[in-house]
T-cell receptor, first 112, second 114 residues
């Protein structure tokens, strides 16, 4: 399984765009990149998943360069409620036999 | 509504007793359920994978006799922490993966052993 490295913590202010970068230098050909959000005392929640280039949904964008050795989660105009821990996972999707292996995560703190 | 319902959300028990945590798949059948443990300020650690109709698969270092996992039906998976001790105090989460590769997490159970 590809190891991921993320910043341990980040600070931001309301209304700003936040970009969290994850390094995964040994990502395999069949690996996907998935981001989860976790609030205290709650189970993580799926945010976005991608394989290459750019993926966008209603809450975030995921940028993946051509070499796929890193990825960046972009949260547009964050609010206080976006304060949470964000996990970058790299691996084969479950329906292909994979497991969800969590790294250390990035603790994002959004200030007023 | 929640796809995976986990109960209880929190429990306090005395040292030496056993605690059962249930996870129910509400919207569709769950042939597989992942169980995680999370200590304060740490990431989620995969403990085991439960499979309906067969024995659970435990990750290295997880005591199968202490953490009993049962997947009795296609909608119910349980984790029993036997002879709990204070060091077992943690946040336990069940996860149901779906065919689209994203996963649905239970609400989690905060276990405190006193």
């Amino acid at each position: 399984l590809a190891k991921t490295t993320q910043p341990i913590s980040m600070d931001s202010y309301e209304g700003q765009e936040v970009n969290i970068t994850c390094s995964h230098n040994n990502i395999a050909t069949n690996d996907y990149i998935t981001w989860y959000q976790q609030f205290p005392s709650q189970g993580p929640r799926f945010i976005i998943q991608g394989y290459k280039t750019k993926v966008t949904n209603e809450v975030a964008s995921l940028f993946i360069p051509a070499d796929r050795k890193s990825s960046t989660l972009s949260l547009p105009r964050v609010s206080l409620s976006d304060t949470a821990v964000y996990y970058c996972l790299v691996g084969i999707p479950y329906n292909q036999g994979g497991k969800l292996i969590f790294g250390q995560g990035t603790e994002l703190s959004v200030k007023p | 509504g929640a796809v995976v319902s986990q109960h209880p959300s929190w429990v306090i028990c005395k040292s030496g007793t056993s605690v059962k945590i249930e996870c129910r798949s509400l919207d569709f059948q769950a042939t597989t359920m992942f169980w995680y443990r999370q200590f304060p300020k740490q990431s989620l650690m995969l403990m085991a994978t439960s499979n309906e109709g067969s024995k659970a698969t435990y990750e290295q270092g997880v005591e199968k006799d202490k953490f009993l996992i049962n997947h009795a039906s296609l909608t119910l998976s349980t984790l029993t922490v036997t002879s709990a001790h204070p060091e077992d105090s943690s946040f336990y989460i069940c996860v149901k993966p779906n065919l689209l590769s994203e996963a649905f997490f239970g609400q989690g159970t905060r276990l405190t052993v006193v």
